[in-house]
């Protein structure tokens, strides 16, 4: 059975996509699905930022085929993890929970490297380019942790 993980942010243009495009370069797609959402509803069928394009691209990963949407409840029953790249988005996708087993699917990304430390994965949307970078470094090593996680599990 693939397992399934969401990445969240707000406007699912600039922090989701590229964790979606990281952990997708990082995992068999064969055992292991990835998607993105936003809690807003701001950017609706766009594609990720352009910044963001580019700090794939540079990375050899390709974000272009992207297309925003909104986080629903639904999305509790489709996905095993759901990561959220600060602490509203927590907050914001947490209100949605029916009960204990949806909460339990929700963390925040950089937990897997700064455990309980509750840090944001700062939005570079008002950042400039360099914003972005940050951005990706913090994603690639919290992705290279769950893509570890996942292999893991899927041995099992």
């Known amino acids: 059975m693939k397992t399934k993980v969401l990445m969240v942010c707000l406007g699912n243009i600039c922090r989701s996509p590229l964790a ?3 952990l997708k370069s990082k995992v068999d797609e064969s ?3 990835v998607d993105s959402a936003g809690t807003g509803n701001y950017h609706i069928d766009d594609a990720p930022d352009p910044r963001s394009i580019a700090i794939a691209k540079k990375n050899n990963l390709d974000i272009t085929y992207q297309r925003g949407r909104q986080f629903q409840a639904e999305d509790f029953d489709k996905f095993d993890r759901i990561y959220v790249m600060d602490n509203q988005n927590f907050k914001d996708v947490i209100s949605l929970a029916r009960n204990d087993d949806d909460r339990a699917k929700v963390q925040l990304i950089l ?3 700064f455990p309980a430390e509750n840090v944001d994965v700062p939005d570079p949307y008002y950042g400039g380019d360099h914003g972005f970078e940050n951005v ?3 994603l690639d090593e919290a992705c ?3 893509a570890n996680q996942l292999k893991e599990e ?3």
Request: glycine share 6%; hydrophobic share 40%.
């Open 20 to 22: 979606e495009g990281i």
């Open 31 to 33: 055992q292991v699905f």
């Open 111 to 113: 937990d897997e490297i």
């Open 136 to 138: 990706y470094q913090m």
């Open 144 to 146: 290279d942790k769950i």
């Open 154 to 156: 899927n041995k099992a």
